[in-house]
């Protein structure tokens, strides 16, 4: 499992798009990049997890450049419903059942 | 369709005492994991079964922990003798199967555990 380094924490205006960046400088071949969202209160919920290159869904984008050692979440027109923690993993997808989180970015969105 | 459920959700206990957590997967799901998260700090795998058996347990702090899933669906989390450095939110998580390039894990909203 890759270790994974991302900012402690992150304010935004409401309308904005935010961009957190993660480091996973040592990434293995197989590994796949994660991430996941937590609410106060709630567990955490899968938001979009990538390989290579980028992918997109209704909620985010995931960038990952050639190198993969680096991944970047965009968030777009974020809203006060956003402000959560952001968790990034980089780990095997197949078989990879023990997600490590690490401490995440708390977003904070102001209107 | 229902998500994963834990019961209770909240717990508050007197040091030496023992506890059981309950969760309930997304029906169908075969593989189960538990976590416990600390304030301020991301979940921390503890267990994970596929069917009724724990595959990997390799997180348990210590022997006082125990989980089961007799029927491969409901699991429980036990904790004997607890301590107070237990005080955590107890997360549960399901997913369809393990052994997959997509393994999205369904979390349920925890049960936080006070030890007095």
């Known amino acids: 499992l890759a270790k994974t380094t991302q900012p402690i924490s992150m304010d935004s205006y409401e309308g904005q798009e935010v961009n957190i960046t993660c480091s996973h400088n040592n990434i293995a071949t197989n590994d796949y990049i994660t991430w996941y969202q937590q609410f106060p209160s709630q567990g955490p919920r899968f938001i979009i997890q990538?390989?290579?290159t980028k992918v997109t869904n209704e909620v985010a984008s995931l960038f990952i450049p050639a190198d993969r050692k680096s991944s970047t979440l965009s968030l777009p027109r974020v809203s006060l419903s956003d402000t959560a923690v952001y968790y990034c993993l980089a780990g095997t997808g197949a078989g990879s059942y023990q997600l490590t989180f690490g401490k995440g970015t708390k977003l904070s969105v102001i209107p | 369709g229902a998500g994963v459920s834990q019961t209770p959700s909240n717990k508050v206990t007197e040091k030496g005492k023992y506890v059981e957590l309950r969760c309930d997967p997304i029906s169908g799901h075969t593989a189960l994991y538990w976590y416990r998260q600390s304030l301020g700090q991301g979940p921390e795998f503890l267990i994970y079964f596929q069917g009724t058996g724990a595959a990997d347990d390799s997180g348990l702090p210590n022997d006082r922990f125990f989980a089961v899933r007799p029927e491969g669906s409901v699991s429980t989390l036990k904790i004997q003798r607890t301590e107070r450095g237990d005080s955590a939110v107890y997360l549960c998580a399901s997913s369809l199967r393990a052994s997959s390039s997509y393994n999205e894990q369904f979390f349920g909203p925890g049960t936080r555990l006070t030890v007095l």
């Open positions: 990538g390989y290579k």
